[in-house]
């Protein structure tokens, strides 16, 4: 079945250090998104990409990048991790041959203390 | 105004009743999505739709693009039903959702 995977599942990290998401996906969609979830809310997006070698900024891209180097991988990055990006990361995947209905990760849980 | 508004935020239901949810959009959408978001954080796709409505056991869910809401109703409800439930529009074809805050719903014995 086809599936969204992401790794760590849970990180801690300290302010100042970089911190690395990862998320692969066997849909083979070209689409990739990141969001993060904050307690009581739903999710926001910050990076996207169309397709390997892309990332476009979503709507809080602010302390982070974003890298696809395949197909299947997407990897969000916080160069300076910082307490007001800890927080429920979301990787998703999906394109025009699922009608862009989105397909979910499990969500990874970081804590920058 | 909030592109996608959700109500009601919180909703306690016993079990057996029926219910409904509500989004309403800023804008024409594309697409809505509607999930369940269970107590380990996990988000579980109920319905995609781009138009009409989609039945699948005891949930029911509208599209309507035209006049920019999506309903979600829930019939004899289930203490299973419990969780945070949240829809997601789609206004381009970028796939870019935009989400809803959530209804905590609560079901009791």
């Known amino acids: 079945e086809a599936a969204v995977t992401q790794s760590p599942r849970n990180k801690v990290a300290v302010t100042g250090g970089k911190v690395t998401l990862s998320c692969n996906q066997t849909?083979?969609?070209?689409?990739m998104y990141w969001y993060r979830q904050d307690t009581g809310h739903g999710l926001r997006l910050i990076h996207y990409?169309?397709?390997?070698?892309?990332?476009e900024k979503g709507d809080i891209p602010d302390g982070y990048k974003a890298s696809r180097p395949s197909q299947e991988n997407f990897s969000l990055i916080l160069e300076l991790a910082t307490p007001s990006q800890t927080s429920v990361y979301f990787c998703?995947?999906?394109?025009?041959?699922?009608?862009?209905?989105?397909?979910f990760g499990p969500g990874t849980r970081l804590t920058v203390l | 105004g909030m592109p996608v508004e959700q109500n009601p935020p919180a909703l306690s239901l016993y079990e057996g009743a029926d219910s409904g949810l509500r989004c309403n959009f800023s804008t024409t959408m594309k697409s809505v999505q509607w999930f369940q978001q269970n107590h380990r954080g996990r988000l579980i796709t109920l319905f995609y739709?781009?138009?009409g409505t989609k039945e699948n056991g005891r949930l029911k869910s509208t599209f309507n693009s035209k006049e920019r809401y999506s309903t979600l109703h829930i019939k004899d409800a289930q203490l299973e039903d419990s969780g945070t439930y949240f829809c997601?529009?789609?206004?381009?074809?970028?796939?870019?959702?935009?989400f809803g805050d959530g209804t905590v719903l609560t079901v009791k014995p």
């Open positions: 998703a995947s999906g394109d025009a041959q699922s009608s862009y209905e989105q397909y």
């Open positions: 990409s169309y397709g390997a070698g892309s990332t």
């Open positions: 849909n083979n969609h070209n689409n």
């Open positions: 739709l781009a138009q």
């Open positions: 997601a529009a789609e206004g381009t074809n970028t796939g870019k959702l935009t």
